[in-house]
C-alpha cells in the first residue's frame, strides 16, 4: 500500500514540478501558487482513496471504493476549488481553474492507473486479469 502512496505523489509532484516553468510563464509566481493548491486539492483526495483501496478484498469492493473515490475526489476537487476561487485575485483566476482540471484529470488517471494495475495483480480476482490467447 505504501508503495502505492508513494509512487502517486512521486507522479504528481513531478508532473507539478515539470509545469512550474509554464505557470510562471502564464502567471509568475502566482501561477506556481494556483497551480500547487491545485495539485494538492485534487491530490489529497486521490491518496485518501488509495489509502482506503486495501480494506475491500474482493475486486468488486474495491471496485466500489474506486467509484466512491471518484465521487469524494469531485465533491472536494468542487468544494475546495470554489473556495479558493471566491478568495483569488482576478489575475490568477483562469490560470487556477486551468490548473484544478489538469491535476484532477491527472490524479484521476493515476490512481485508476494503480487501481487497475493491484486488480490485475491479485490473485483472488479470479483471472480478471489480462489473459493471453
Given at each position: 500500500?505504501t508503495?502505492?502512496?508513494?509512487g ?7 508532473i ?7 505557470a ?18 485534487c ?5 485518501a ?9 474482493t ?31 482576478e ?8 490548473w ?7 490524479s ?5 492507473g494503480?487501481?487497475v494495475?493491484?486488480?490485475?495483480r491479485?490473485p ?5 486479469g489480462?489473459?493471453?490467447?
Amino acid at each position: 500500500m505504501t508503495r502505492k502512496l508513494v509512487g502517486f505523489s512521486t507522479i504528481l509532484l513531478g508532473i507539478w514540478a515539470a509545469i512550474c516553468l509554464p505557470a510562471i510563464m502564464l502567471a509568475g509566481a502566482a501561477g506556481v501558487k494556483a497551480s500547487a493548491a491545485a495539485a494538492a486539492i485534487c491530490g489529497v483526495p486521490a491518496l485518501a482513496t488509495l489509502a482506503l483501496q486495501p480494506a475491500r478484498r474482493t475486486p468488486q469492493g474495491r471496485a466500489l471504493v474506486l467509484v466512491a473515490g471518484m465521487l469524494v475526489r469531485m465533491g472536494i476537487s468542487l468544494g475546495a476549488g470554489l473556495t479558493v476561487y471566491y478568495n483569488m485575485d482576478e489575475r490568477t483566476l483562469d490560470h487556477f481553474l486551468v490548473w484544478l482540471v489538469f491535476f484532477y484529470f491527472v490524479s484521476l488517471f493515476t490512481e485508476v492507473g494503480f487501481v487497475v494495475h493491484s486488480l490485475g495483480r491479485d490473485p483472488s480476482n479470479n483471472g480478471g486479469g489480462a489473459r493471453p490467447v
